[in-house]
């Protein structure tokens, strides 16, 4: 019988308080908002620097470039095929 009161008396040492656990609930809840609000304004600055207008207007800036090579390659062509 005292080596079972014993044995209860070590686990019963063991248990962490339910208050403790609530407490460290909490502050892990609080870590968990603070790094997602550190996401929420990191995803913010960075839409804010290249958004998709920017994206669109690069694209189109690079066709231009592209469709003026395209011009500037076909005309050397025609005239590298012109009898001189």
């Not at 609530?22 to 990191?42: C, V």
């Not at 995803?43 to 090579?69: C, F, H, I, M």
């Amino acid at each position: 019988m005292r080596r079972n009161e014993a044995r209860i008396d070590d686990v019963t040492k063991m248990i962490v308080p339910r208050g403790e656990h609530e407490g460290k609930w909490r502050s892990n809840d609080r870590q968990f908002t603070d790094t997602q609000r550190e996401i929420d304004e990191i995803k913010k600055a960075y839409s804010d620097l290249y958004s998709p207008r920017d994206a669109l207007t690069n694209l189109q800036r690079r066709l231009e470039g592209v469709e003026r090579r395209l011009a500037l390659a076909q005309q050397q062509a025609q005239e590298a095929q012109r009898p001189r």
